[in-house]
């Protein structure tokens, strides 16, 4: 875009993201509520600001009900967002880069917050009936001969033996997160083999999944995901709300908006969190 005059449409940006981060919130499946946004006031940033997401308005926010299996569940619904505006008199539209990094940032922030709980049931902390935290287990520092993937497949071989003694769920995922538990993952044996392999053999028909770094930037474990019964439930995932100009201010202005989502795990057992440190 060359003339700021001409600003472009909501589905126009949305059409035109080129989003290079994969949300690992995406491994749930979704159940998207009606969203309801009146009396929106967005921070306005500039190219040069940080892309961080406020909460809107307080009237916006309220709870949620979920239907649950067992007793009632609820979420707290509120909305985030930033609005980003530029002058009409630039000679060259930064709104195209903008549009992708803004997206790409609330996608980020979105996963971290459903990863840590932040405002509602996560991954990692919640206080969902069903949700399970392990005690924290040790894997070998020091490698000798097979103690490593021996302790690794022992590991998951119980956390198999957890799931199908809970939910009796036969379809499952480990996510591996953190340094510790990627690195641990990708070692081989002195003969070549790696570990990763050595698992995929003993734990048939289960996905191994890596956990982007930027949410799990210092602890480090095994989440154990039973893809059927673990739900996402959000009202807005990151997305242009709207776009135009302030002819006074002698401005173009877009709308960027998200809201809140939670974990509901579904049956006991659908989701496990297994801490683990590498120590001898």
Known sequence: MTDNHIVPTREELMQGVTLDYAPFYSVFKARAHEAKIENVKFKTIRAEDDIVAAFINAQDTERKHVKAQAGDKSYAKAFKGVQYAESILNAQSALPDMNNRVLKAFHKQLDKEIWLGKDNNGVIVS??????????????????????????????TDLQKQVEVTSSSSNFQLAFYGDDAKKYLRKTLTNGTAYNRILADALKNVAFLEVPANLAETESGIVVICPEIVELN????????????????????????????????KEMGGLIVQPITVAD
């Open 127 to 156: 206080s969902d009936p069903f949700h399970i935290t392990n005690t924290s287990v040790a894997l070998p520092k020091t490698i000798s001969g097979n103690n490593g993937i021996d302790a690794l497949v022992s590991l998951a």
């Open 234 to 265: 959000h009202t807005l995932l990151p997305q242009v709300q709207g776009t135009g100009t302030d002819e006074r201010a002698g401005e173009v202005w877009v709308n960027y908006i998200y809201g809140t989502a939670m974990v509901d795990v």
